[in-house]
Nanobody
Framework: QVQLVESGGGLVQAGGSLRLSCAAS????????LGWLRQAPGKERESLAT????????SYADSVKGRFTISRDNAKNTVYLQMNSLSPEDTAVYYC????????????WGQGTQVTVSS
């Protein structure tokens, strides 16, 4: 059974930092891309960053470029999202997801972790 389990969310003041973790299990992700997405109340889901499991190639949305960093630890089967310079606009539920490389649709999703940034 494939599982993606996020952790690390919480309440932080504006300007602060958080690191989210996504522990992946249940299959080999060597041909997959892992992504972090978020959804704020009343807004559409937004893709933030992706990383290829094998080569480590990364991509970022313009809204988080320079503030967020995605990384992976293959030995721990874990993907991270380091978030710096947080603002109240970053308040959302953050999801980890996995899709096969070259495809658009995500096959697997985590349960989400709440990030709240206070002003």
């Amino acid at each position: 059974q494939v599982q993606l389990v996020e952790s690390g969310g919480g309440l932080v003041q504006a300007g602060g930092s958080l690191r989210l973790s996504c522990a992946a299990s249940g299959r080999s992700f060597s041909t997959y891309v892992l992504g972090w997405l978020r959804q704020a109340p009343g807004k559409e889901r937004e893709s933030l960053a992706t990383i290829s499991w094998s080569g480590g190639t990364t991509s970022y949305a313009d809204s988080v470029k320079g503030r967020f960093t995605i990384s992976r630890d293959n030995a721990k089967n874990t993907v991270y999202l380091q978030m710096n310079s947080l603002s109240p606009e970053d308040t959302a539920v953050y999801y980890c997801a996995a899709r096969r490389a070259g495809l658009i649709k995500y096959d697997y999703w985590g349960q989400g972790t709440q990030v709240t940034v206070s002003s």
